[in-house]
């Protein structure tokens, strides 16, 4: 399995994900728990990170953290570790305690204090661990809602920001009544959207990635790299592909049924090769739904050997087209 894609830089802000290896707990009472919050703790002041939000499950783990400098893997690395190594003395065990590397979404610093600390610390009500989130006490929430909860190491104000103006109780205030009314909706993930599922933030945001991607060299290793790299209009790929499988892309719309194959290979290059999303897709190309772009996707990857010489000639001309765009 390719390894996670990095992506930092000073200020970079992260949602992360760290799961037991082969789903199993990474936390097994209140003593784990405790030791867990203690590196955590360790971690956010060694590296120098701003912590806006966290929750402690029992086989995963969720932070949305801001790194000024561009250490993420670093840190990550000293937090697991160090807790592994914990965790396997205590327990008498050994070898991996999480599942690989870390997961990480990149995000946009404008726009998602508020969604991506809902999110995290509306968990243990979707896994119906406790009826409120202020009833888990292994997470940053209580300190959001209660002052004499909150811990010195967490920054609470970015995300309490966003629920001005007034007092701090004020703000505390609306913050949970934003929580507490989205309960029944909690079950909307924020990253559905991510790019790549790496990348979530507006279109500006995610061509800034895109940019610090195309100054690196590539990794064969790591698929998603080529993928964020910049990549030509979804009307160059559309026009592209319907000349060279002979297509009238004039015929890719609703309600009109295409058996030529080559709607089915524009969808497939537009959202396997270069990240863009379902219902863009289904917009440009004429399908009802983004669940007919999904299935087209799976019919040229079922059909590969059909495909294989068309895609290798797409392919090289749009490399051609990307490259002539960036000089």
């Known amino acids: 399995m390719a390894r996670p894609l990095r992506i930092?830089?000073?200020?970079?802000?992260?949602?992360?994900?760290?799961?037991?290896?082969?789903?199993?707990?990474?936390?097994?009472?209140?003593?784990?728990?405790?030791?867990?919050?203690?590196?955590?703790?360790?971690?956010?002041?060694?590296y120098g990170w701003h912590l806006h939000a966290f929750v402690q499950m029992t086989n995963h783990e969720h932070l949305f953290v801001e790194t000024p400098e561009p250490n993420l893997s670093v840190g990550m690395q000293y937090l697991n570790g160090s807790y592994t190594s914990y965790f396997n003395r205590r327990w008498r065990r050994s070898g991996h305690l999480f599942q690989g590397r870390f997961k990480a979404h990149v995000i946009d610093e404008q726009g998602y204090f508020q969604v991506i600390s809902r999110y995290i610390h509306l968990n243990p009500v979707r896994a119906k661990m406790v009826p409120k989130a202020l009833e888990y006490p292994w997470s940053s929430y209580p300190g959001y809602v209660r002052?004499?909860?909150?811990?010195?190491?967490?920054?609470?104000?970015?995300?309490?920001?966003?629920?001005?103006?007034?007092?701090?109780?004020?703000?505390?205030?609306?913050?949970?009544?934003?929580?507490?009314?989205?309960?029944?909706?909690?079950?909307?993930?924020p990253f559905e959207y991510a790019i790549e599922g790496l990348v979530l933030g507006s279109q500006a945001f995610v061509d800034r990635i895109r940019s610090m991607i195309n100054q690196r060299g590539k990794d064969p290793a790591i698929r998603e790299l080529d993928r964020l790299r910049a990549r030509p209009a979804l009307e160059t790929i559309v026009d592209l592909v319907a000349r060279k499988t002979e297509s009238d892309s004039k015929q890719w719309r609703q309600g009109h049924r295409s058996d030529g194959g080559g709607r089915a290979v524009a969808a497939f290059v537009s959202r396997s090769w270069f990240g863009y999303r379902c219902t863009e897709v289904a917009r440009a190309l004429g399908y009802t739904s983004s669940s007919s772009v999904s299935r087209s996707i799976r019919h040229v990857e079922e059909k590969m050997n059909k495909y294989k010489k068309i895609l290798g000639q797409l392919d090289k001309e749009l490399r051609n087209e990307i490259s002539q765009t960036n000089h």
């Open 8 to 46: 930092e830089y000073p200020g970079a802000l992260y949602h992360v994900i760290s799961r037991g290896n082969e789903r199993r707990p990474i936390v097994t009472d209140d003593m784990d728990r405790a030791k867990r919050l203690d590196w955590l703790r360790r971690a956010i002041e060694t």
């Open 147 to 189: 002052a004499v909860k909150a811990l010195d190491w967490i920054t609470y104000d970015r995300v309490l920001l966003d629920f001005g103006p007034g007092k701090l109780t004020e703000r505390r205030r609306r913050y949970k009544r934003y929580v507490e009314a989205n309960i029944e909706k909690s079950g909307v993930c």
